[in-house]
């Protein structure tokens, strides 16, 4: 009898432990899904962006007068020959006092990091994928 009684118990707690892990990794599963989901559908749009920054640099292709590239000029010319005079003033001390411009040196840094490192690597890696699908 008692035999049977603990049995029962066991049995009892036994299924309801179980359907409660059950319960548990069906729970981790779905927020995993809804994880992947949402990471999926962040990588679809991040393509969707890049297509369309293709099509306006393809479509910029060849005017030279075009905003991207004005864009480029208006920032790079004034920094880069900003940076010149004060690598040269440094170098040679010429005496030329270049002022300060707090606007280029916070984001001179970030200019130049987008267009040498960024770019450069960016043709680097299409260069690469390129020579591995040949």
């Known amino acids: 009898m008692m035999e049977m009684l603990l049995r029962w118990l066991s049995s009892t707690l036994l299924n309801r432990l179980l359907s409660i892990a059950e319960r548990r990794m069906e729970l981790a599963n779905q927020r995993h899904r ?3 989901d949402l990471a999926a559908e962040e990588i679809r749009s991040e393509l969707k962006a890049r297509a369309e920054a293709r099509k306006v640099l393809i479509a910029e292709t060849g005017y030279f007068w075009s905003a991207g590239r004005l864009g480029r000029l208006v920032f790079v010319l004034p920094l880069g020959g900003w940076w010149s005079a004060v690598c040269l003033d440094s ?11 707090p606007v280029l040196r916070e984001w001179g840094g970030v200019i130049v990091a987008s267009l040498f490192l960024v770019d450069g690597a960016r043709a680097i890696s299409r260069g690469y994928v390129a020579a591995r699908k040949a």
């Open 91 to 101: 170098i040679f001390r010429f005496g030329w006092q270049i002022a300060e411009v």
């Open 34 to 36: 809804v994880d992947a």
